[in-house]
């Protein structure tokens, strides 16, 4: 089970272990189904959003264990990676992410925010929410196009455990994981309970390296351990306290990996010149980089809940620390020793809230709170050039660079149904964000090898970015089992600074510093029970834009004159509309339908690539023109079971200038398992028919230049595994 960077994101931040929500364990009904988005337990036909509820049985059945996994099943949303060990760059609706700017989706797991979130095990979760649609009114910068909420399995009453055991076969290797939890009381009087949870995996590199530096073949080697407690003094307050640390240790491996798009041309261009007559294949490559990865992350933090007569106070604080460095980024993608990048962070987060909820059972319902959000990063570049005769920790580094943000917020929310018109309910939300940004470099130079240097100033720049986040929408519950709903909302992310700009003399203040993006989104959707709750089925139409979009665009001096096209500007536009639904059906006893599909049209109607090149018209990157999914599940009153899905992706544009597309394509997955008592045991296969997938932003080669080959990330070939787990 591959469990790369951050588990943290699972583990991480199980601060607030307010009350799990209920859910049926049929997964077909809507009765019992809470939203939490909305910062308090909603029935799920009351929720004026569009949102994708998953508990750990749904989870379980889906045999989902990785975060990118979890895009499958929610319509409309995909996960983006780099390589086996990156981040995630999640584009919900077609607004995209990706790796040179922000996420514009948000991910709190256990209240805690992960602008920046590695794949990550799921194996201890207790539900997951993907809200589509901005965010920003409860949840601040980068909600723009979502979020995902993830809630963990905390503390208990009673004494409870699980093993679980893991296996898996690809065709470069294998990986093989042993993760468990317990929890329980503390004290006689059940006062005091806690938790504690572990994992330790080893698994081989998905893609394999031909010509790995001093034969050293990539592996992934992580482990964690996270304990939780939570201390209920009274029947009204609960104290929730959360520690852990996480170790990742990657040899032969780049936290970044691309191989060629087209592997024929690339085997002709460089085969036999440059790689010894060496072919590459579908899932493996030839670098002559020394590659290593090393990351370690910590958590602590504390929450407290008390229920008072006219309502609940709601507080958490966290830190958490986290410390990489990934060398190994090979500049020619050949065996040829020409250039080797690396790269070094080390961020610290804090995050702080406190709110007040008036009660639900209220025509009238309201809440108000306030938050805080600071990060330190501190980033070193380093390059490794011609012939390795110093060893593989001999990188020349660049100057430092830190960067700073500190985000403060209010926000207030209000719900009234209308006493004349009882099924009709109106909300609206406000927030008010100021985030600062700055950021500062030391001077210095970079060795670029065959005579390149990049030569770096001192700089030092910081700037305020405000914004107003509002959020209006109307639900009208047509009986019990039916309601519509209507929504308009903002969101933003906070402007920053193109750093590199600081370096030429050509440059005025608009290329230093870009503004803060904004988008609008407006929608309409319905929610529904079916067959007297042996379903349900849920959808929305929608449609976003935005005038001042975030983008690479050409950068001008201050007359005007064209500089570069490397800078980040905010003054592009984008459009995106579409349409979504979702649902499942329970078709005979033990035998389940599940099944979503999105639809998606987004293109920017303005993005400036140089200054006479305006891609207006192209389709915005990383966004597939659909998403569908089905999956078919029969348990037998015997215990066994089967599973058998097919995921399917429309073709995504690679990069914003539309120069290549992931085609279109299915993914089949099958399970066969049984299940008795404690024990539960299952064999699989993902992606069955091992496709190719490009999974994320596509570049030229940086040292030969444009030759034709375009270079992406890979997503995995097919995986054979078996699981076996007892729970206690």
Do not use: C
Request: no cysteine; glycine share 10%; net charge negative.
């Amino acid at each position: 089970m591959k469990a790369p960077v951050s588990v943290a994101a699972v583990v991480a931040a199980n601060l607030f272990v307010f009350a799990a929500p209920g859910f049926a364990q049929d997964p077909t009904t809507l009765d019992g189904v809470r939203v939490t988005g909305s910062k308090r337990d909603t029935p799920y036909l009351k929720s004026d959003l569009s949102v994708t509820v998953l508990d750990r049985q749904a989870l379980k059945e889906a045999g989902v264990v990785e975060f990118r996994d979890l895009d499958k099943l929610a319509p409309n949303v995909k996960f983006n990676a780099m390589g086996q060990l990156s981040d995630m760059f999640i584009s919900i609706r077609g607004i995209e992410s990706n790796p040179f700017l922000v996420n514009r989706a948000s991910v709190y797991i256990d209240g805690i925010p992960f602008r920046e979130l590695s794949n990550a095990v799921l194996n201890q979760v207790d539900s997951v929410e993907v809200l589509r649609g901005p965010q920003g009114t409860l949840y601040g910068a980068n909600s723009e196009s979502g979020l995902v909420l993830v809630r963990t399995r905390g503390p208990a009453d009673a004494l409870e455990g699980e093993v679980n055991v893991r296996s898996t076969w690809f065709g470069n290797g294998n990986g093989n994981s042993l993760d468990g939890f317990v929890a329980g009381p503390l004290t006689k009087g059940g006062e005091l309970s806690g938790s504690l949870a572990f994992m330790a995996s080893d698994e081989d590199s998905y893609l394999r390296n031909l010509t790995p530096f001093e034969g050293t073949e990539g592996k992934v080697r992580e482990g964690y351990l996270q304990g939780k407690l939570r201390w209920r003094p009274s029947d009204y307050v609960t104290v929730n306290a959360l520690a852990y640390h996480l170790r990742t240790r990657a040899p032969g491996m780049f936290e970044y990996e691309y191989l060629p798009l087209d592997v024929g041309l690339y085997n002709r261009t460089y085969g036999a010149s440059l790689n010894g007559g060496r072919q590459t294949g579908d899932f493996t490559y030839i670098n002559d980089a020394p590659k290593r990865t090393e990351k370690d992350e910590s958590v602590a933090g504390v929450s407290a809940q008390w229920q008072l007569a006219a309502g609940t106070v709601d507080v958490a604080a966290s830190y958490r620390a986290q410390e990489d460095m990934s060398a190994g980024y090979d500049f020619d993608m050949t065996e040829r020793a020409e250039l080797a990048g690396r790269i070094y962070d080390k961020q610290d987060a804090w995050n702080a809230e406190a709110r007040f909820s008036s009660l639900d059972d209220r025509p009238f319902t309201w809440m108000a709170g306030v938050s805080t959000y600071r990060t330190d990063k501190d980033s070193i570049l380093g390059t490794f050039v011609g012939p390795i005769t110093r060893g593989l920790h001999s990188y020349n580094l660049a100057p430092s660079q830190t960067a700073k943000g500190e985000d403060y917020s209010v926000f207030a929310t209000a719900s009234y149904t209308f006493p004349a018109v009882p099924r009709l309910t109106a909300s609206v939300g406000l927030r008010h964000e100021q985030a600062r940004r700055s950021t500062e470099q030391r001077a210095g130079s970079l060795d670029l090898a065959a005579g390149g240097v990049v030569l770096y100033r001192d700089a030092a720049l910081a700037h305020t970015f405000r914004a107003t986040l509002p959020r209006v929408s109307l639900r009208y519950d047509a009986s019990e089992d039916l309601s519509f709903y209507a929504a308009s909302a903002k969101g933003y992310i906070p402007g920053g600074f193109n750093l590199a700009a600081a370096q030429s003399d050509e440059v005025n203040d608009k290329v230093l510093r870009y503004e803060s993006e904004m988008m609008w989104s407006h929608e309409l959707g319905f929610k529904m029970n079916l067959g007297n709750g042996r379903g349900h089925v849920g959808g929305a139409l929608f449609h976003i834009t935005s005038d001042n979009w975030q983008e690479i665009q050409v950068a001008t001096d201050a007359d005007g004159r064209p500089i570069s096209s490397d800078y980040v500007g905010s003054d592009a536009s984008i459009r995106s509309r579409g349409a979504e639904l979702e649902g499942a059906y329970e078709v005979a006893p033990g035998f389940t339908l599940t099944a979503n599909v999105g639809y998606v049209d987004a293109k920017y109607t303005k993005l400036w690539a140089t200054i006479d090149e305006n891609l207006a018209g192209n389709r915005v990157k990383l966004t597939p023109h659909y998403t569908g999914y089905l999956a078919a599940r029969y348990q037998h009153s015997s215990g066994v079971f089967a599973r058998v899905e097919s995921a399917f992706t429309g073709s995504s544009a690679l990069d914003e200038r539309n120069r290549a597309y992931q085609p279109a394509v299915a993914i089949l997955g099958l399970q066969l398992g049984y299940e008795h008592g404690p024990w539960t045991g299952r064999i699989f296969v993902q992606n069955l028919t091992d496709k190719r997938r490009v999974n994320g932003l596509i570049f030229d080669n940086l040292a030969f230049g444009r030759d034709g080959n375009y270079y992406g990330p890979i997503d995995n070939p097919r995986i054979v595994g078996a699981e076996m787990s007892f729970t206690f």
